[in-house]
């Protein structure tokens, strides 16, 4: 059997898994998903017993992250059994146990969070208005996420805001968010809009590069470089004015996937070894089959010799299929 740490054909280790626990989600953000999005019956989602024994195989390759996510984290009703029993495994080999969420459950979880380790999350909020919110994720729910926020900071969890950076959607709304969230001391990561899985809207009509935005921060603030890396495609500056952070993932205007140390699995096991390309291997055959430890070293393998150097979104023509048609919400964002 082989015990190797993961490493892909172009050196890169891979430290980083990201899980995605259920497709489902109590939001429809029209970005991510459609109205009448069709989800998966629930035999074809992987076991809370076999997440946790992906998981675990991963750890022994050499994984020391795991961020659990999506569709929404927090409406899988196992999902504190997943991660108290994940939590065991922090300090021997895996360093951190995270979740990205809309924080919409986040209130009533906050404090069991903090209590079985978990140290900082990433909530997913693309404004602070009401009305627009409700257009934005097609639900009424910004108080329940506002008080999520606040529950998950007075139990000692730290946050980071990602927001979806949308023309003429939150476009003018992005540096008064950012400050009323560095006012709470909550550091932003701006998102360019990704073209992936269909959806009832074009996907040109929401791209807005971060360039611009960009721009119209340093209008109005002066951004201070800064050495802050995560490994990931983030690239960071300090608002001199707030002392708070902004991060910058801009997949289609920057290329960030040299630093690539990270794969995803979706909730029915399927690794996919790069967020743009389709691309995968089925683990769950692995888990389910006969020798299922052997079985899934040598699909790791496998996925390690695939994983591709880079991604090729392209979001410049109007009307063109998404380049990857499944959602984010099957691979997590
Ligand atoms: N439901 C959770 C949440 O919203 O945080 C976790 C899953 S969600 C798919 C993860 C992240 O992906 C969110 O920050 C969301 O804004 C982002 N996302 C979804 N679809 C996207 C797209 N097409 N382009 C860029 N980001 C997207
Ligand atoms: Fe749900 Fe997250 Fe997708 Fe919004 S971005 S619909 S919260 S999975």
Known sequence: MSQQFLADSFGRAITYLR????????????????????FLPKRDVLSLEELERLSVAFIS?????????????????????????LSRRLGTGLDEITLTTNATQLARHADELADIGVKRINVSLDT??????????????????????????????????NTVALKGVNEDEIP?????????????????????????????????PLTAVRDALEARWTLEPTALKTGGPARYVRVAETGGVVGFISPLTNN???????????????????????????????????????ALNAALDAAMARKPE????????????????????????
């Not at 009832?200 to 807005?208: F, G, H, I, N, T």
């Not at 399927?270 to 691309?279: E, N, Q, S």
């Open 128 to 161: 602070l208005d009401d009305a627009k919110f409700k257009r934005l994720t097609r639900r009424a729910m910004l108080g329940k996420v506002l008080n999520g926020i606040e529950a998950a900071q007075a139990a000692g969890l730290k946050i980071k805001i």
């Open 19 to 38: 899980l995605s626990v259920t497709d489902r989600c109590d939001l429809r953000c029209t970005y991510c998903m459609s109205e009448a999005m069709t």
């Open 310 to 333: 880079r991604h090729d979104f392209d979001i410049s023509s109007r009307g063109a299929a998404p380049a990857v048609t499944r959602h984010m919400s099957m691979t997590g964002g």
């Open 176 to 208: 008064s968010l950012i400050d009323w969230a560095h006012q709470r001391g909550i550091d932003v990561t701006l998102i360019e809009v990704m073209p992936l899985g269909e959806i009832e809207e074009d996907r040109v009509d929401q791209y807005l």
């Open 256 to 294: 960030f996937c040299a630093d690539c140390n990270r794969v995803r699995i979706t909730c029915t096991g399927k690794i996919y070894m790069c967020l743009g390309h389709d691309d995968h291997i089925d683990l769950r055959a692995a888990l389910r089959g006969q020798q299922p430890d052997e």
């Open 61 to 85: 390759r050499g994984v020391r992250k795991i961020r659990l996510t999506g569709g929404e984290p927090l409406v899988r009703r196992d999902i504190m059994t997943l991660l108290r029993r």
